[in-house]
């Protein structure tokens, strides 16, 4: 199932990987490089609304994402932002944050609100060779 708010995160286009109840997208507005976006498959707009089964795969793809950015950024700290103000589905934001700079493909990729909380609104467009290698690192479902 796709609902609204995974194809407005750029689905299937940004899909790294999915699972039954949850797909992970690299995030189309990077606030840092590597941010993701875990939207639930379902049209639920609460997350009260999601199966009980739904957080026991939500665990294994939190896993997944954080073994996928450890290997990618090399993040200090992760953040995780419920919003769903704009996007009503269920999804959550995934930024790595970062003390210093991280580069990738030539660029510079700073954190710049660090350490405060992520500036959503200061953001780079997702590189291909980001996305590239992000599905390079990755599993393409999770059981």
């Not at 199966?51 to 294994?60: I, N, S, T």
Request: glycine fraction near 4%; charged fraction near 20%.
């Amino acid at each position: 199932m796709t609902n609204a708010t995974m194809t407005k995160f750029g689905y299937p286009r940004t899909l790294l990987m999915q699972g039954r109840h949850w797909a992970l997208l690299a995030r189309p507005a990077q606030v840092t490089l590597g941010s993701l976006v875990l939207c639930s498959r379902s049209e639920a707009n609460a997350y009260g609304a999601l199966p009980a089964d739904a957080f026991v795969e939500q665990g294994k793809m939190v896993a997944a994402a954080e073994d996928l950015l450890r290997r990618f950024v090399s993040f200090d700290r992760i953040n995780y932002l419920m919003l769903m103000m704009v996007d009503p589905n269920v999804h959550f934001h995934i930024i790595p944050r970062y003390s210093t700079p991280r580069q990738f493909d030539g660029m510079d990729f700073p954190d710049s609100a660090w350490p405060g909380p992520p500036d959503l609104t200061r953001t780079t467009p997702l590189h291909d060779s980001v996305l590239a290698a992000l599905k390079r690192l990755t599993d393409s479902s999770v059981a």
